[in-house]
């Protein structure tokens, strides 16, 4: 019984028997973001850090999403400081009080798996760890919203209220995705809005939510490498994302970790 459909806004509505494809491909995404925790030290390069999940994503039988994706040759996105998302690894050496993003997206069986945390080098100032906990927060208010009958609206609603009512902002430029079979499908899952607004949630959907709030302001640019989003006031950005299936009740996260929220030194 293939149970698959699209929504009149291109969403995708997902068999039962999906979710198993998915679970997968997610919590092998998560375990290399569990390995990858103890190396991350004052003093060693991002691009290291790549290395090593290069090399985890091979071994554990997986394709990594992203080399290859629009030219892109890495298989994380590293994001340091006030990097908001794309970061490139490379030779940069992380320093004591660093906060960094470190997103992986992996294919296993043809589907998607695609989570990113926070991780620090050594100790973080308090409010490099406020951020850290707030967007955490924001990320699980979200998914809380999420249940059949409920709107992309109201998951967007819920973070914002949340970052915003700690005077932090949520970056509007970058957005959560369906995927599934696909990296990138329909819909944007917006981080703000409004209750009430946007597509209807419905059971048997994928999509990410990967909140990126600013300590400062929330506009982006993207560096001349075509790649890096870094925050216009040079103020400190955090993310978090996981990978959900809409349920009958709820929704299931695909890339859970006991790991997931950082030790913050
Ligand atoms: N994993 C990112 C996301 O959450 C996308 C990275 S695309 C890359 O959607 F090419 F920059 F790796
Ligand atoms: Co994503
Ligand atoms: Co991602």
Redesign the pocket.
């Known amino acids: 019984m293939d149970d698959s459909r699209i929504t009149r806004e291109g969403i995708r509505i997902h068999a039962p028997e999906d979710f198993a494809g998915m679970r997968k491909a997610g919590r092998l995404a998560a375990q290399i973001l569990d390995e990858v925790g103890p190396m991350v030290e004052p003093g060693v390069t991002t691009g290291a850090l790549d290395d090593f999940i290069r090399s985890r994503v091979e071994e554990l039988g997986a394709a990594s999403?992203?080399i290859g994706?629009?030219g892109?040759q890495?298989a994380?996105?590293i994001s340091v400081n006030h990097v908001v998302?794309?970061g490139i690894p490379g030779d940069k050496l992380l320093q004591n009080g660093d906060i960094l993003n470190i997103?992986?997206?992996v294919i296993v069986d043809g589907w998607f798996g695609?989570t990113?945390r926070m991780y620090v080098a050594g100790k973080a100032p308090i409010k490099a760890q406020r951020l850290i906990q707030v967007t955490h927060d924001a990320l699980m208010k979200g998914i809380e919203a999420v249940r059949p009958g409920a709107t992309f609206g109201d998951i967007g609603a819920a973070i914002q209220a949340h970052a915003e009512g700690k005077r932090m902002s949520v970056v509007r430029d970058f957005c959560?995705?369906g995927l599934g079979r696909v990296?990138?499908a329909p819909p944007n899952v917006l981080h703000f809005g409004r209750p009430g607004k946007g597509p209807v949630i419905e059971e048997g959907m994928f999509f990410?939510i990967?909140p990126m709030i600013n300590l400062g302001r929330p506009e982006t640019k993207v560096l001349a490498d075509d790649?890096t989003a870094v925050t216009r006031d040079k103020s400190l950005s955090a993310q978090f994302?996981h990978s959900i299936g809409v349920t009958a009740d709820g929704c299931e996260i695909f890339t859970p970790s006991e790991r997931f929220f950082p030790e913050l030194g």
């Open positions: 999403a992203t994706y629009r892109y890495h994380s996105c998302c794309h997103d992986v997206t695609d990113s959560g995705h990296f990138h990410t990967e790649w994302e």
